[in-house]
């Protein structure tokens, strides 16, 4: 590390070529952030300016299969002939150009004269065409427009991955929230039956228990909730075990409730808990302890799910951390990575464990964090 | 002195309890049977009564008496502020507060501004009000200690600053509002008991009129407002009533404890009890600031009156009783500054762990817990050096200069953050400047120099009168100037403070 400035210092800039790339390079990372957020109208036009320095041309235009998105540069005025130009670019998927009778004009003094449209393509799919504009017809400009849309289309296609990602989060949840298995309602509608003649008061309090836990888990809306809000689910789904398990499953619960208002993703905590109960069951001697502490840590909140069960493998645990989806806990990973993008990478779930050891989990909140509110 | 062991009992027993509760509070648990959460949100009474043990500071305990005492009837005026600030707190701030979801000042800048520039003035300020309010509890305890056991007055400061530092790192007693609230409650009593033998023992003395009494001053001008001063008591006393009113809604530890509500709703009731609270334990000191005039007077003559609360009962009651009433008065008064000293601590470490602290240096970077308790270490450090270095200049006194600073700063940020749409970050943070610089500039003119002739002491030893309206118009006209600026998301944020949370409507 400590070479660098000293190197730095000896040939401060580097050679002529060096600086163009060096400068080449810095204009493509100021393009590259409004690209990455796919192609829009706005995006389009916080790019092009740096498409445009790239290019060094007169103008440059983007455009999506349609029309235009952006123009920057002179000769605004030809903004009207983009669809017609862009159409066999998009037909053909290849670059084409144009020359000055496609770009009929009154003004002598217009740099825009001839036309490049590249098109942009993101996965074998035509999403959008690059144009520069030049007064006379240059290869060379060719060859770097075709360079820079094959650098722009790498971009989009980031752009699209980021997107997926989000929305393949957002399936996740859904499944989440549908994830209840059947196993579950048909065991907490069997120990219910059982105690209808036995004691009917306690049956109507675990089905009304059964309903209110079936209507929070398949709320359809809000990504956030509170953890006081969280916890009383979890306390419905422990109330059911419970009946259906008795003495084998033992709760403690222990909450501050200073931290109760704590704003959390939507079943963040429920899934921790349905896997140490899980766990805790498969224990050796057949009774499963299960443990829940939240605590207050002044500007954070801190929420420990224990178990006692047959514990697991670091290495796996962390493998279905990274998103491998082999190992039988429900949504850790899910779990992570909602943390992760909602409080930052300094909150992301901490599992120890061990074979033979048992599970603990360790999630920590933030009472606030800009832009999360249940 | 052997006639204070009840005092050095009292001293010991609270330091012990409060360490105890710190280390082991967090022990408590239940089990499912007989736990549901909805049942354990706390509840207003009792956030209220935690918010007032935290609230009542060295000041109250044993700067308001002796005030009275020297000064006479204005000096009421700092208790009738320090509970009307909860009205103000009550009606413009409450239930926005804990509806736009910040824990803390800062977060709620950033919350409504988005602006981390915001943010950092914030915490700045909230660093410099904490070490500023924590300055005189530090000098109070000081002389606690003193009056009871003898010690040189630094023995309190370190006794305190220990046993806040050791109380705050170890785990903290603010995570529990039992605890805050029982501390209210016993310095309730501590102060009412008391009080309520020493009046005993007044009316059997034959009730002499305080007014009457040969204290200092002549009758007049102690039991009239403005009898003495002209217009520059009147400015100090509209200057007071600015700074106090205003002041309560930018306390760090106070603001915090607003989060523990469930909702806005709460967030009224919460401070409504408060107010209930303050309003009884306030009828208190002034007791002995009156009894104080008939029973010692020669204490205003010495200089040192902010040990009057501890000293009445001796003088009043010679023997045990007055000695195991002076042992409850040391105890209760160790107990202010234990609580409001911690949760100044752990308000100003808390900023200090995330902004400073908990920052990367190099490839060094401390874990979360470390950075909270290097910053806790620093919030001591700073006033207790400080209360160490200077001279003694009125417990309350400096409270009212702390308030000052905070009506100067948060208040304008508060109620134009939640009842003024246009507010923009670059107004926000230009009122804050001036508005913070300016009472800064006052309290270290105040707290540096003694002169005492002309207005300048006047203007800048109780500074809210000019610097809170400057701030005020500050953020007003910058906020103007850049209004093209003005967030879309403004808006949205204000439908969210202003909206019950019942009202089914997309917040997001």
Redesign the interface.
């Known amino acids: 590390m400590s070479a660098w400035p000293g190197f730095l210092r000896r040939t401060p800039l580097g050679t002529e070529a060096d600086r163009a790339t060096f400068h080449t390079l810095h204009t493509a990372s100021l393009a590259s952030p409004a690209l990455r957020q796919g192609l829009t109208g706005a995006s389009a036009a916080q790019a092009v300016p740096h498409l445009r320095a790239l290019l060094g041309s007169p103008a440059v235009a983007l455009t999506d299969t349609a029309g235009l998105l952006a123009w920057d540069g002179d000769g605004s005025h030809h903004a009207g002939h983009v669809p017609a130009l862009i159409g066999p670019a998009v037909e053909h998927g290849s670059t084409r150009t144009a020359d000055a009778s496609d770009l009929p004009c009154e003004d002598p003094t217009c740099p825009v004269r001839h036309a490049i449209a590249t098109p942009l393509v993101v996965e074998d799919r035509i999403v959008g065409v690059l144009m520069a504009f030049a007064p006379q017809p240059s290869a060379g400009l060719v060859l770097a427009t075709h360079e820079v849309a094959q650098w722009v289309s790498g971009q989009l296609e980031l752009a699209e991955l980021d997107a997926q990602r989000t929305r393949a989060m957002e399936a996740e949840v859904r499944a989440l929230r549908a994830q209840i298995s059947p196993h579950f309602i048909y065991n907490s509608l069997g120990a219910i039956a059982s105690f209808v003649r036995t004691d009917p008061d306690r049956a109507r309090e675990l089905l009304l228990e059964f309903a209110d836990f079936t209507r929070y888990s398949f709320r359809s809306h809000?990504?956030f909730t509170t953890l006081?809000e969280e916890?009383?689910s979890i306390?419905r789904y422990?109330?059911l075990e419970?009946a259906r398990f008795g003495d084998r499953l033992?709760?403690?619960?222990?909450?501050?409730?200073?931290v109760?208002?704590v704003?959390v993703p939507f079943l963040c905590i429920q899934p921790l808990a349905e896997n140490a109960v899980r766990h805790g069951l498969g224990a050796l001697d057949g009774v499963g302890r299960l443990s829940i502490v939240a605590?207050?840590?002044?500007?954070?909140c801190l929420i420990e799910v224990e178990d006692n069960g047959v514990g697991e493998d670091p290495e796996r645990v962390r493998r279905a951390l990274a998103g491998d989806g082999s190992l039988d806990s429900v949504g850790l990973g899910n779990v992570d990575a909602r943390l992760r993008n909602a409080f930052g990478d300094d909150y992301g779930l901490v599992v120890e464990t061990a074979p033979g050891a048992g599970t603990k989990v360790i999630v920590r909140v933030p009472?606030?964090a800009?832009g999360?509110?249940? | 002195m052997i006639d204070s062991w009840a005092a050095l009992v009292g001293v010991v027993l609270v330091a012990v309890t409060t360490l105890a509760i710190g280390t082991w509070g967090?022990r408590?648990?239940?089990?499912?049977s007989d736990?549901?959460?909805?049942s354990?949100?706390?509840r207003p009474g009792l956030n209220a009564s935690a918010i007032g043990g935290e609230y009542l500071s060295a000041a109250s305990f044993l700067g308001v008496a002796a005030l009275v005492l020297t000064f006479g009837a204005d000096m009421l005026w700092y208790p009738v502020g320090w509970t009307a600030g909860y009205l103000v707190l009550l009606v413009l701030v409450a239930a926005p507060l804990r509806r736009s979801?910040?824990?803390?000042l800062p977060?709620f800048a950033?919350?409504r501004l988005?602006s981390r520039g915001a943010r950092a003035v914030c915490s700045v300020l909230v660093v410099a009000i904490g070490w500023l309010y924590l300055l005189p509890q530090f000098q109070g305890a000081g002389l606690v200690l003193r009056q009871a056991v003898g010690a040189p007055p630094w023995v309190g400061t370190l006794v305190v600053s220990l046993v806040v530092l050791a109380n705050v790192t170890s785990g903290?007693m603010?995570?529990?509002?039992f605890v805050q609230a029982f501390q209210y409650w016993f310095k309730l009593t501590a102060l009412l008991v008391p009080a309520a033998v020493l009046v005993a023992v007044w009316v059997g003395d034959g009730a002499v009129n305080p007014a009457d009494a040969d204290g200092p001053g002549s009758a007049g001008i102690w039991s009239i407002p403005l009898g003495e001063g002209g217009a520059q008591g009147l400015y100090v006393t509209y200057s007071l009533i600015v700074a106090t009113f205003l002041g309560t809604m930018g306390l760090p530890h106070v603001v915090v404890r607003f989060?523990?509500?469930?909702d806005g709703r709460a967030a009224r009731r919460t401070t409504l009890a408060v107010l209930g609270l303050l309003g009884l334990f306030y009828l208190l000191p002034p007791v002995y600031g009156a009894l104080g005039r008939v029973y010692a007077a020669d204490l205003a003559d010495g200089g040192a009156t902010d040990t009057l609360v501890l000293e009445l009962p001796r003088l009043m009651l010679p023997g045990v009783g007055g000695d195991v009433l002076t042992g409850l008065l040391t105890a209760g008064a160790f107990a202010a500054f234990l609580s409001t000293a911690s949760g100044l601590t752990?308000a100003v470490?808390?900023v200090l762990g995330?902004d400073v602290t908990g920052r990367r240096y190099g490839d060094r970077r401390l874990s979360?817990v470390t950075a909270?308790r290097v910053g806790a270490v620093l919030a001591v450090v700073v006033p207790g050096v400080l209360a160490l270095a200077s001279m003694d200049v009125g417990v309350a006194r400096v409270v009212g200069l702390a308030f000052a600073v905070a009506a100067s700063t948060f208040c304008p940020l508060l109620v134009l953050g939640i009842w003024w749409r246009d507010l923009t970050a670059a107004g926000a943070v230009a009122g804050l400047l001036v508005g913070g610089l300016g009472s800064g500039f006052a309290v270290a003119w105040t707290l540096l120099t003694t002169a005492t002739e002309g207005w300048a002491p006047v203007l800048l030893g109780q500074p809210a009168a000019w610097s809170v309206p400057a701030a005020f118009a500050t953020m007003v006209v910058v906020s103007l100037a850049t209004r093209g600026r003005s967030r879309v998301d403004a808006r949205r944020f204000m439908v969210?403070l202003h909206t019950p949370e019942s009202l089914p409507l997309d917040?997001?």
């Open positions: 809000g990504e006081a916890l009383r306390e422990l109330i419970q033992r709760v403690t619960l222990q909450v501050a409730p200073e109760l208002p704003t605590r207050d840590l002044d500007h954070e009472k606030f800009p999360v509110h249940a | 967090l408590f648990s239940r089990t499912t736990f549901m959460v909805a354990r949100t706390v979801g910040a824990y803390t977060d950033e919350a988005q903290g603010r995570s529990i509002t989060y523990t509500n469930p752990i470490a808390g995330q979360g909270f969210r917040r997001g």
